[in-house]
């Protein structure tokens, strides 16, 4: 989930082709994921799991230098999330990739690291509210991912998707905004300049997955392999 924003310096720029690699291994499915059937057999991992509408997924995605500062800057292991609903009589995953999309639950399971994953629930008290969610999150489908985690529409990342639609649909919010000064950066400094031309937006307000995970409103009810 994790970026920054700043100007395009020559550094920022050399630095584009290597930011790209990290999306593509990092926050979208490898090619290979995307040739998955929906039918194929879902992974042992899934077996545990009875799906709800609604649901918050989570999983560690694939390595990469993206993927390493959003889970070192957050101090989890929750790089990517999404919400879980109905398809076609399938179960999918809402998510903010490269673009906004559904991808099918077993796919989606699949495509994190070791194919663990975790997974929220909402209260009961919610229930009413979550197609309004979903519907919401759908609204987005098509929307490019956002690699600087600004909190416009024009681009989304995974965890700004399901804060602004738990917001649209309830008029609250699920997890703690917090700055990227907040947060462990450090270690990752020379990356989040690289990334920003030289700045280090500390002021930047953003959503995590960690923090959408600790909000509230929601329960853990099930973790495999993270």
Known sequence: MKRFHGGRSSVGVAWAAMLSASVLTGCRPPESAEATTPEAPPPAAIAAYVPRLGDLVFQSSPRGPLINAIEGATQSPYSHCGIVARRDEAWVVVEAVEPVKETPLAQWIAR??????????????????????????????????????????????CSELIYKAFREATGEECGAVCRLGELNWRPYETFIRMLEGGDLPLERRMITPRAVSEATQLKLVLRKGI
Do not use: N, T
């Open 112 to 157: 994190g690291r070791q194919a663990g994953f975790a997974v929220y629930r909402f209260e009961e008290k919610y229930a009413d509210k979550l197609p309004v969610m979903i519907a919401a999150a759908r609204r987005h489908l098509g929307k490019p991912y956002d690699m600087r985690y600004d909190f416009d529409d024009e681009k989304l990342y």
